[in-house]
């Protein structure tokens, strides 16, 4: 007999291969390309933030925090959201720090998804809903955004609804097409999900990142829609940090109850020196004010390059990602050509392919301009070509 023989596993995640974003930022250091692919800035965070966390770790704040994260934090969160989207969280009860935005939605679907109950996604979407819901026993009920627009289609949506339907995702501003809900979108899902028992988990992680003057609707100034809502932010996009993976989850105490019951069990707490440090830089506004006008420039300069080449701009109406329609350019599919940017022009992107669950493939891929400004120079010298 030998007993080295490993059980046979049977994967839960057949679909699940290792990320795109993973895939792309290995090819791009291979070819030494600029990685405009995966989503993260290549400029440092504010000193004074590292210096916060510097400072809470000299002072031996170096132990377990509360399991619901540090008081000051929480807080500092509910100070926040208050102040900008007029409801007031209760720190004690409603607000939980996570590690990153990640954990805090597979956790908000873990704690209320139930073997054969049915969440909503709205495709194009972040690739770590299905698998998440999946997980969970769930069924996934995959309701596309319009294409070509990536606006929400609300009969469909309502379409999609049924006596089993436990959840809905929502994101905006949103990954991957930077469309940004208006209020009348908001006010639609208000008046659809009014008559249900259906959940909203608001992957929220870009908030601090909607441009032209616009204001991000957060479900948290929806009463309709907070009541029923688990809202997700991340400290790693708005204070440019996205290694520390720290974020947060609002939703109402009941909620928050059952949230807290599965969070204690897969993360406990989440590092303690980050939180201290965060607390104290969220005392000042600014960092998180001034954002939009930060990413607004350097989006704007990466369009004005683009805008010199045959590659289509969609519309960025929030995120740090730019979507380009690469029809003119090029026969190749957009994995394909995403490859060959990388391989050949030494600029790497996101296929929105990857985003679908059919690997629907509409000639767009994106680009993440979250990068100094020589970085987005170097990129647009090499984009030239095409
Ligand atoms: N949701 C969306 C839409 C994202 O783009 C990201 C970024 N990777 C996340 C969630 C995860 O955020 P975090 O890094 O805080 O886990
Ligand atoms: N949110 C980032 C993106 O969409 C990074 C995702 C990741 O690396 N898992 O590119």
């Known amino acids: 007999m030998n007993i080295e023989r490993t059980p046979p596993l049977q994967t ?7 990320t795109i974003f993973t895939v792309m930022s290995a090819l791009a250091a291979e070819k030494n390309a600029v990685n405009l692919g995966q989503g993260f ?3 440092d965070c504010d000193p004074k933030l590292t210096a916060a966390v510097t400072n809470a770790m000299a002072k031996g704040l170096n132990q377990y925090p509360p399991m619901t994260g540090v008081p000051a934090l929480r807080e500092a969160v509910a100070a926040k959201v208050e102040a900008l989207y007029g409801r007031r969280y209760d720190p004690a ?3 939980t720090i996570t590690a990153g935005a990640t954990q805090a939605i597979i956790t908000a679907i873990l704690a209320v998804v139930r073997p054969g109950d049915e969440v909503i996604v709205l495709e194009p979407c972040y690739d770590s809903y299905v698998p998440n819901i999946e997980l969970a026993g769930g069924t996934v009920v995959r309701v596309p955004l319009t294409p070509g627009t990536f606006r929400p289609d609300f009969g469909k949506i309502a379409a999609a609804l049924t006596p089993r339907t436990r959840a809905i995702v929502v994101n905006s501003p949103h990954n991957p097409s930077g469309t940004v809900w208006s209020r009348a979108d908001m006010l639609k899902l208000q008046e659809i999900l009014a008559p249900t028992d259906v959940f909203a ?3 929220e992680v870009y908030e601090h990142m909607v441009f032209d003057g616009q204001p991000h609707e957060s479900m948290a100034r929806y009463p309709g829609l907070a009541a029923r809502a688990f809202i997700v932010s991340s400290f790693g996009k708005t204070y440019h940090v996205t290694g520390w993976k720290v974020g947060y989850v ?6 928050t109850t059952e949230f807290r019951k599965v969070h204690q069990t897969n993360v406990f707490t989440v590092n303690t020196p980050m939180q201290h440090g965060l607390a104290t830089y969220m005392a000042d506004p600014a960092p998180y004010v001034e954002l939009p006008a930060f990413y607004q420039r350097k989006r704007d300069i990466f369009r004005e390059g683009l805008a010199r080449t045959r590659l289509r701009l969609l519309p960025t109406e929030g995120t740090y990602f730019q979507s380009v329609d690469i029809s003119q350019v090029s026969d190749k599919n957009e994995a394909d050509f995403c490859k060959w940017l990388t391989t050949e022009l030494g600029v790497a992107a996101i296929p929105l392919s990857a985003f679908y669950g059919d ?4 000639r767009v891929v994106r680009f993440c301009f979250a990068k100094k400004d020589e970085t987005l120079r170097t990129a647009l010298d090499r984009l030239a070509k095409l």
């Open 12 to 18: 839960k995640l057949p679909a699940v291969g290792t």
């Open 41 to 43: 800035p290549d400029f």
């Open 93 to 95: 009860s409603e607000i």
């Open 201 to 203: 988990i608001s992957d």
């Open 250 to 255: 609002a939703a109402p105490a009941v909620l």
């Open 359 to 362: 690997g629907f493939d509409q």
